[in-house]
């Protein structure tokens, strides 16, 4: 940014020798301990927060192939059995014309997994690097990560209310398959992996960082 054509450099909290608190927003003296307003711990930056990111990350991973390999759900009628992937649910709905419904179950169930992977790991890795996204951009997309974690359960909570209405007994019924579990699993590890990111690194890895520059 330059004023009357002298080049200005932003100063950050951490130069200034200030501490903000993740919780509640409070900036303190640097070396303050804990927050004099809601107590939490300050840390200047956390030290450890890739590794944990990429542990909690590698795990969430692990759980989402089976996820999508086991049925999620079974349904029982009378003498058969009919088991349900999450995309070959989506398949059969797609068959039966229910278009928009198959769309919304893969979006949530593929797409945006998927997509929260990725952002991740990206995130974990341009921390690393001197170039890249504007850091406003980067900061975006792990704002927006942190947003739409919640709503990845949408196949959890789809699973849970078929299984407490469609209970007939001998007729009809629709239990959970293993992978209603290990997308639980997938969808918990992901959103503690995006919340041990630390963002304040984010800047760190363009100290000099200038916006212009990714707009030329």
């Known amino acids: 940014m330059e004023i009357s054509g002298t080049s200005q450099r932003t100063v950050t909290a951490r130069e200034a020798g200030l501490v903000a608190c993740t919780r509640c ?16 711990r300050l840390v200047s930056r956390d030290k450890n927060s890739l590794q944990r990111v990429w542990a909690l990350w590698l ?16 349904t029982r009628q009378l ?11 989506a398949v ?15 979006v949530a169930s593929v797409v945006i997994p998927l997509g929260k992977f990725w952002a991740i790991a990206f995130l974990a890795v341009s921390v690393r690097q001197s170039r890249g996204f504007a850091s406003h951009r980067r900061l ?16 959890i909570f789809v699973v849970a209310i078929l299984s407490a209405l469609v209970q007939l007994k001998g007729l009809a019924t629709i239990t959970p398959g293993p992978a209603a579990f290990f997308f639980a699993l997938s969808v918990i ?8 990111f630390d963002p304040r690194m984010i800047w760190d890895a363009q100290p000099n960082d200038n916006e212009a520059s990714d707009n030329g």
């Open 25 to 40: 927003g409070r900036a303190w003296p640097l070396g303050t301990a804990d927050c004099g307003r809601c107590g939490a």
């Open 59 to 74: 795990v969430g991973l692990m759980c989402y192939f089976p996820a999508n390999l086991y049925p999620m759900l079974r």
């Open 140 to 155: 975006l997309m792990y704002e927006v990560v942190e947003y739409i974690g919640r709503w990845s359960m949408i196949d």
């Open 189 to 196: 590890f992901t959103m503690l992996s995006a919340q041990a």
């Open 92 to 106: 059969d709905l797609a068959h039966h014309g229910a278009y928009g419904i198959a769309a919304i179950i893969l």
């Open 79 to 89: 003498f058969s059995v009919d088991e349900s992937t999450i995309i070959g649910g």
